[in-house]
């Protein structure tokens, strides 16, 4: 969930991790802090607040640079956000210092055997005790300080990203990871160590990413050595070619990333069929479908595995997977598929869905889905990620880096994938005629036209509803078929970056509970296209009106009868009943941005959350 920074070389330190941390502070805000170290002296400067509030206060209380650096940006799992809680923390002795991004489980008994051998502690942390168990062993057997690291990380349970510096040999940083990202850049002369790429991009198209387990050390003028954990057995470093470039992690002149990500999916869907969806020839080529055919049309049933956004993707593909191909698909949320003891066979097929491809839940549920025989398949949008690694075979969005927090583009390109894996799955067991599929991969390379033509109807009366509704403390959201996972999405996204309490509902649910919230001050979305469900969607709306609640639909253009009974509606194109979600999840995205925005929320960055869910 945090975001590390670290970097040894000849430029000076301070501005690439400064520059690093606001780069990689959408995995956490709630602190700061920033570590120099000049030859001679360290200096820490960490303050509750986000980065602009540790550049602040960093420029008063740093005086010197260095070209050794470490920064940390966090989001609070033990101990408060506060100036003490914040990273780096240093040993007892003040020699050894630590960023970590992760939890230690067992942080609670380790701190108690230090405390009564002498050790102190000023913060509340897990990552605090780690320092001072590395230092301990350190002491102890009189080691050297990779070796103090491996023995030391042997002795904790849970996850963790990360780097340890000493100022008695200020030559290296010691890396390293076990369920949290760690990339390494290799530049000439210089490294740069981060919680993923963004913030060397500039600097090095080449880059290292560590796999679980896995310790480095990162010394100058000498080749990089990775080792097992567990064995220290000697690793060979893989160099990847980094295909990101700065242009994709600015804001593009958008006042913020959400917003900006919002209007690029148009080009992100069309990037993710690229290469896949050939219409001209009536095929669908994904080459992790094509190398795994049998698994698929074998199966007894697919189990889709995921989180929040991805989830209610996850949803989407339940009704097309089914309706396409005829094959049984069961959701659920990882962080509870791994702890109720599933059943899983090896006639199973796991979708494994994640936008970092680093969320712990999933990747936990992915290693006790192998244990049991079943293949697993991985849809994410990192190149590298840990589920693109620990997966069988799988395929990746191509939605580019998405800085928000609250996920736009990665739910609609996840959806174009599992579409697309939908359709090839029917045409394999000829569950689908060649008409309607020539038909389906036809509209499907469509969409980004009607996503753009979405946006376009969309915006300006987004932005006036919102007004109207910006300060309501509750919102109900129901769909039907295909659209009620939107539902579920479009409260999700109100939730989280306007804080107002919004629930989605099946809309056939409402009148099972739901309708007793419904007055002239509940303002309710129901998303009505004018396909499947259409006239079963049209009497819950009539039952809404009897109640004197208030309407915001989103219908197809043209529809003359739900925009009767409406208080205000949204257009959106016609397409098939399966490809909706794809454009009925636009105008729900931009209503809550405009309701954030008025209520002067941090739309990228909303309170209490973080991008990447690498802890549990």
């Known amino acids: 969930m945090c975001g590390i ?3 040894i070389g000849y430029r000076e330190a301070y501005p690439i991790v400064i520059k690093g941390l606001k780069r990689l502070e959408y995995r956490g805000y709630d602190s700061a802090g920033i570590l120099l170290y000049d030859g001679k002296n360290l200096k820490v400067s960490k303050t509750k607040g986000k980065v602009i509030d540790l550049e602040e206060k960093s420029s008063n209380e740093i005086t010197t640079n260095g070209t050794i650096g470490m ?24 020699e050894l210092s630590i960023i970590h991004n992760g939890i230690i489980e067992n942080y609670g008994p380790l701190k108690e055997e230090l405390i009564n051998r002498g050790y102190t502690f000023s913060s509340d942390t897990d990552s605090e005790v780690l320092i001072n168990i590395i230092e301990d062993v350190q002491k102890k057997y009189k080691l050297k300080l990779g070796k103090a690291v491996q023995v030391a990380l042997n002795q904790v349970v849970g996850a963790y990203a990360i780097c340890v510096f000493d100022s008695k040999k200020p030559n290296e940083i010691i890396v390293a990871r076990l369920g949290s990202p760690l990339a390494i850049g290799v530049g000439e002369g210089e490294f740069f160590i981060a919680s993923d790429a963004s913030p060397f991009l500039e600097y090095t198209s080449n880059a290292i990413y560590l796999e679980d387990e896995e310790m480095a050390i990162v010394r100058l003028h000498k080749p990089l050595k990775i080792r097992k954990i567990k064995d220290d057995s000697l690793v060979a470093p893989y160099v990847q070619e980094l295909k990101m470039n700065l242009e994709q992690i600015e804001k593009g002149g958008f006042d913020h990333f959400m917003l900006k990500e919002i209007y690029e999916q148009a080009n992100v869907i069309k990037d993710t069929y690229r290469g896949r969806l050939h219409a001209d020839k009536g095929m669908i080529q994904m080459a992790g479908i094509e190398d795994n055919l049998d698994k698929f049309l074998y199966a007894e049933r697919i189990i889709i595995i995921a989180c929040g956004t991805s989830w209610h993707a996850g949803l989407v593909a339940e009704y097309i997977i089914e309706e396409y191909a005829r094959i049984p698909v069961e959701v659920e949320y990882a ?36 244990e049991n025989g079943a293949f697993v398949f991985g849809v994410c949008n990192v190149v590298g990620s840990s589920i693109s690694r620990e997966t069988h075979a799988g395929a990746y969005t191509h939605a580019g880096p998405e800085i928000g927090v609250a996920s736009t583009k990665a739910f609609t390109t996840q959806i174009t994938v599992l579409t ?18 020539q038909k389906n991969l036809q509209e499907l390379q469509l969409i980004p036209e009607k996503v753009q033509e979405t946006l376009a109807l969309t915006e300006v009366i987004a932005k006036e509803i919102a007004a109207i509704y910006k300060d309501v403390p509750n919102c109900l959201y129901l769909g039907r078929g295909y659209n009620f996972p939107v539902a579920l999405e479009g409260a999700l996204k109100l939730k989280e970056i306007s804080y107002i309490h919004a629930e989605g509902y099946p809309a056939a649910e409402m009148k099972h509970g739901p309708i007793a919230l419904i007055d002239e001050k509940m303002p309710v979305v129901v998303i009505a296209p004018k396909q499947a469900h259409y006239d079963k969607v049209v009497s819950n709306i009539q ?39 794809l454009l009925t999840t636009i105008p729900l995205q931009l209503l809550s941005y405009h309701i954030a925005v008025m209520r002067d929320c941090n739309v990228d960055q909303p309170r209490n959350l973080a991008k990447s869910v690498t802890v549990e």
Do not use: C
């Open 420 to 437: 697309m894996i939908a359709l090839r799955l029917a045409q394999a067991k000829g569950t689908m005629s060649a008409t309607d599929f």
């Open 71 to 94: 920064g940390h940006t966090r989001w609070a799992t033990h101990g408060i956000p506060n100036d003490a809680n914040s990273h780096p923390h240093l040993s007892n002795s003040g």
């Open 543 to 581: 039952e809404i009106k009897s109640r004197s609640g208030k309407i915001i639909a989103i219908v197809t253009k043209g529809d003359t009868q739900v925009k009767e009974l409406a208080d205000h509606y949204i257009e959106i194109p016609e397409t098939l009943d399966a490809f909706s979600p």
């Open 5 to 7: 920074v670290g970097y």
């Open 335 to 370: 962080s509870e598929f791994r702890y109720r003891n599933p059943i899983i066979t090896n006639k199973d097929v796991i979708i494994a869905i994640s936008q970092s491809g680093e969320t712990a839940d999933t990747l936990a549920a992915i290693k006790l889905a192998k």
